[in-house]
């Protein structure tokens, strides 16, 4: 109950928020990115920002193990979200001369089906709070999607050639 009130009176201005209280306030906006303007990879040290051309995208990852797959598409394996490791695709639109407008984060190894589900979906949630949507998905998951202003973000599982696990996350505008 005193957790409570001192919290409103902090809200309402009325008393100033605790040094300790401050750590944790600080600590839980460094899970939170500004996803509207793009997303902060951890590992490299990388923040790579929404409709970027190519060239100066691969300029930002200069040295790094960054592969080119095809016309407009790059991946890379990274460290991301406070603890999340995967490979990241990075897709331009267009194809030719495009601007990043998603990326997609996958696993080259699915041996743990439920597992990397998990894994991902906490990762998430911990860093933009819990879904918009939720419903009734495939192959015993649930679909999930975050509408953050004019950034969608989406995880699920569909059956193609087997259960395949989707984890995007697109700039809308």
């Known amino acids: 109950m005193k957790t409570i009130i001192t919290s409103i009176l902090t809200f309402l201005g009325l008393r100033q928020p605790t040094e300790k209280n401050n750590e944790k306030l600080n600590s839980n ?3 939170k990115m500004d996803i509207n303007s793009g997303f902060q990879i951890e590992n490299p040290n990388i923040f790579v920002p ?3 051309d190519e060239k100066t995208f691969t300029d930002l990852f200069n040295g790094k193990d960054l592969k080119h797959v ?3 598409y790059y991946t890379m394996k990274c460290k991301s979200l406070d603890s999340l490791n995967c490979m990241i695709g ?3 639109e267009p194809r030719k001369n495009g ?3 998603e990326l997609e984060f996958f696993r080259m190894n699915y041996d743990n089906q439920q597992k990397s589900f998990d894994e991902f979906q906490n990762s998430f949630t911990n860093a933009f709070g819990e879904p918009t949507s939720k419903t009734k998905g495939n192959e015993g ?3 999930y999607q975050w509408s953050l202003n004019d950034v969608q973000i989406v995880h699920y599982v569909f059956d193609r050639f087997g259960p395949e696990e989707h984890m ?3 700039k809308l505008k």
């Open 90 to 92: 990075f897709h331009f």
């Open 70 to 72: 095809t016309t407009g």
């Open 141 to 143: 998951f649930s679909n």
């Open 29 to 31: 906006s460094k899970l």
């Open 168 to 170: 995007r996350i697109k």
């Open 50 to 52: 929404w409709k970027i």
């Open 99 to 101: 601007q990043l407008n």
